[in-house]
T-cell receptor
Framework: NAGVMQNPRHLVRRRGQEARLRCSPM?????VYWYRQLPEEGLKFMVYLQKENIIDESGMPKERFSAEFPKEGPSILRIQQVVRGDSAAYFC????????????FGPGTRLTVT | RKEVEQDPGPFNVPEGATVAFNCTYSNSASQSFFWYRQDCRKEPKLLMS???SGNEDGRFTAQLNRASQYISLLIRDSKLSDSATYLCVVNKAAGNKLTFGGGTRVLVKP
């Protein structure tokens, strides 16, 4: 049973470019969460999605960041016009749904903005 | 005040020794509790869920004290491979976001 998959694992973008991070949840999981870990800091929740719905985006910056989880395909976290402060590890987690509180994490995407 | 607070450590532990540490949480509505471990520059991995009655998984024992709002983790017979950062995590409800503590770093030395 494949775990949570994320790609790319490493992404380098120049300031002002767009970054697209992809996450495929574990098989059978319909809930996806995105977290960000800034250098030397703890993980912070960004957004929680189910298929075609954003359930909680209280941790998302108001500008430049968006997320989706379409009916088909992976969840996408999109960062427009990246700035150096966006450099971080972005982790995706998935869970099977409301029957389980446990979330399982993917290997993360390390975004570096130059 | 942070929602989940942990002693950052590091806890330097001789191989084979026992180490224990805890965390406190501020939101009394928290319903689920976990310990994750995170190795350097890797993803957090679920170590164990923490139940009200306390639970054990091999060399790891977790306790929950709802009245005082703290969670503990005890590692017996420490192995070199136990060196990691241990993250205390709480969740208000199924399907809700996880709130992470800053982590406690444990270094097991021969």
């Amino acid at each position: 049973n494949a775990g949570v998959m994320q790609n790319p694992r490493h992404l380098v973008r120049r300031r002002g470019q767009e970054a697209r991070l992809r996450c495929s949840p574990m098989k059978g999981h319909s809930h996806v969460y995105w977290y960000r870990q800034l250098p030397e800091e703890g993980l912070k929740f960004m957004v929680y999605l189910q298929k075609e719905n954003i359930i909680d985006e209280s941790g998302m910056p108001k500008e430049r960041f968006s997320a989706e989880f379409p009916k088909e395909g992976p969840s996408i976290l999109r960062i427009q016009q990246v700035v150096r402060g966006d450099s971080a590890a972005y982790f995706c987690a998935s869970s099977p749904g409301l029957v389980s509180y446990e979330q399982y994490f993917g290997p993360g995407t390390r975004l570096t903005v130059t | 005040r942070k929602e989940v607070e942990q002693d950052p450590g590091p806890f330097n532990v001789p191989e084979g020794a026992t180490v224990a540490f805890n965390c406190t949480y501020s939101n009394s509505a928290s319903q689920s509790f976990f310990w994750y471990r995170q190795d350097c520059r890797k993803e957090p991995k679920l170590l164990m869920s923490v139940y009200s009655s306390g639970n054990e998984d091999g060399r790891f024992t977790a306790q929950l004290n709802r009245a005082s709002q703290y969670i503990s983790l005890l590692i017996r017979d420490s192995k070199l491979s136990d060196s990691a950062t241990y993250l205390c995590v709480v969740n208000k409800a199924a399907g809700n976001k996880l709130t992470f503590g800053g982590g406690t770093r444990v270094l097991v030395k021969p």
